[in-house]
């Protein structure tokens, strides 16, 4: 389309730079709204319609995106953190004292990481009991519901692994009273708890796992399954309503 | 009418024409009017204000809060209480009270398979969408939790002032195995007892069940995290001594 204005909106986006990376025009009208959601990575996870049920703020209570808001400042945080954090005895103590004291935003970054995983516990399972409370797994959620209680389960891990790495009295001794429940187990708890502490008690050994299960082997489980439970909230028709009481069971639900 | 789904009926004061015949149905045969808006904007708008919300609440809450940080771990001088991190504190609650393994092992993970489970039990579609399923559900949800949370409080307060080990100790399973089976056993069956005089259906049951595991979640989070101190002893949240608050 030949235009004769020449203002600087047009210089920035008609060029073929700007038009390999957003192949449609602004999204002002319906046909460029559409072909944005699939034509972006980042919006694709959307469809181009929702139900304007899925709207209504009372109903989801916007949960489920405040946790994974958390999780991701969780993720940017928890990267910054590494670069001032070794796992060991000696130095993780006063790593963390030198991040509060003397790294710039230190405090701060390592406040945002503690809280965020704190909050992250609290609505990700406030938002299990929103999808209860609505009969949100009900078929075709059934397994999506499954996915969103391990991913409770792998939440509780994720802050339970981190609780240690400050090495103070805190950490050191919830893990100490949190390992000892699992020992006091009959039959295999002692292995259990041998298997998680890598030595009889609490030590560099523990500390070591712990460090690589929170920020290697737990995150990537954790992504996995929030990409599973994303995409299968678009296979199984997008956000509950009452409108589907009525829909055919037999017909497969795609959006 | 929004959220009804209509079919649409033949309309008399119109007329009808063949205009072409194809083979197959029209996607909205048997349904009812769309009720859909696209995503752009008015989706993606909720989204950015609700993560710019959710990052505002927590920079607020990080300038104001420090986490903690105690004095470096020594294994030679132990916390008391030592407390668990805040989310593991209803089972270390639990403990108190039971074998170990009933309370670490085997209720937690008879609660998450009891989770998973929910959807195959609860196979009806027919309240999909509802907050409690109907208004019977509302009534049964509240009962339950009141219910959960008065007989909960009672037990804890009995098993600390009173104490079922100084009743019976020996041998070892009855305080620690048969006693909180019978007594968890029990007041479930008399829970369900009690919502199925309302006539429920299958999910109302569940809903009352869910709403009395929401209540035991976090009464006894409450109960460890605030009113435990000393040698993890019931008392008052501000007798307690320093550091008992793990945050």
């Known amino acids: 389309m030949a235009t004769s204005k020449r203002s600087l909106g047009s210089l920035i986006t008609r060029n073929r730079i700007w038009e ?236 | 009418m929004r959220g009804e789904n209509q079919v649409f009926p033949k309309d008399p004061a119109k007329t009808y024409g063949l205009m072409e015949l194809v083979k197959g149905t029209s996607p909205m045969v048997d349904k009812g009017p769309e009720d859909t808006v696209m995503a752009w904007p008015n989706l993606l708008i909720l989204e950015i204000v609700v993560t710019l919300g959710t990052v505002v609440v927590l920079l607020i809450m990080s300038l104001l809060f420090n986490a903690p940080l105690r004095e470096p771990a020594n294994p030679g001088v132990t916390e008391n209480p030592a407390k668990a991190a805040w989310y593991f504190l209803n089972l270390q609650e639990l403990l108190l009270h039971m074998s170990a393994a009933l309370a670490g092992l085997i209720i937690p993970v008879l609660v998450i398979v009891g989770l998973m489970a929910i959807p195959y039990v609860d196979r009806s579609k027919s309240d999909v969408g509802v907050w409690f399923a109907s208004k019977k559900g509302k009534r049964i949800a509240a009962f339950s939790g009141i219910y959960t949370g008065i007989i909960l409080i009672a037990l804890i307060l009995f098993d600390e002032f009173i104490r079922v080990r100084s009743i019976i100790n020996q041998p070892e399973a009855v305080p620690g195995w048969i006693i909180p089976i019978v007594v968890i056993g029990g007041l479930c069956f008399l829970l369900y007892v009690i919502i199925r005089k309302w006539q429920p259906t299958r999910r109302e049951v569940l809903v009352g069940f869910f709403s009395a595991f929401f209540v035991c979640y976090f009464v006894l989070i409450l109960t460890s995290l605030f009113f435990r101190g000393y040698g993890m002893h019931l008392t008052l949240p501000w007798h307690l001594p320093p550091g008992a608050i793990p945050f």
């Not at chain 1, 609290?122 to 797994?137: D, I, N």
């Not at chain 1, 429940?181 to 708890?189: E, Q, R, S, T």
């Open chain 1, 20 to 255: 390999s990376i957003f192949r449609q025009g602004y999204p002002s009208s319906d046909e460029n709204r559409a072909r944005i959601m699939f034509n972006s990575w980042f919006l694709h996870l959307h469809p181009v319609k929702v139900k304007s049920h899925t709207l209504e703020i009372g109903y989801t209570l916007g949960l489920g995106v405040i946790s994974f808001v958390l999780f991701s400042v969780l993720v940017i945080t928890g990267a910054w953190l590494m670069f001032f954090y070794a796992p060991s005895v000696e130095r993780a103590y006063t790593d963390i004292q030198t991040l509060h004291n003397t790294i710039a935003f230190g405090a701060l970054m390592r406040n945002m990481h503690r809280w965020a995983a704190h909050l992250m516990v609290l609505f990700v399972f406030l938002h299990m009991c929103r999808v209860f409370f609505t009969g949100s797994y009900k078929r075709p959620r059934e397994f999506n519901w499954v996915v969103g209680v391990i991913l409770w389960v792998v939440t509780l891990l994720l802050s339970f692994t981190g609780y240690l790495l400050p090495w103070d009295q805190l950490s050191f001794w919830a893990i100490t009273v949190s390992t000892n429940i699992v020992g006091a187990f009959p039959l295999i708890g002692d292995k259990i708890r041998l298997l998680m502490l890598g030595a009889a008690d609490t030590g560099p050994e523990a500390l070591v796992r712990f460090y690589a299960l929170h920020i290697a082997v737990l995150p990537l489980v954790m992504g996995a399954l929030i990409g599973v439970h994303f995409w299968r909230i678009r296979k199984d028709g997008g956000i509950s309503s009452p409108t589907e009481k009525n829909e055919n069971e037999s017909r497969e639900v795609t959006q």
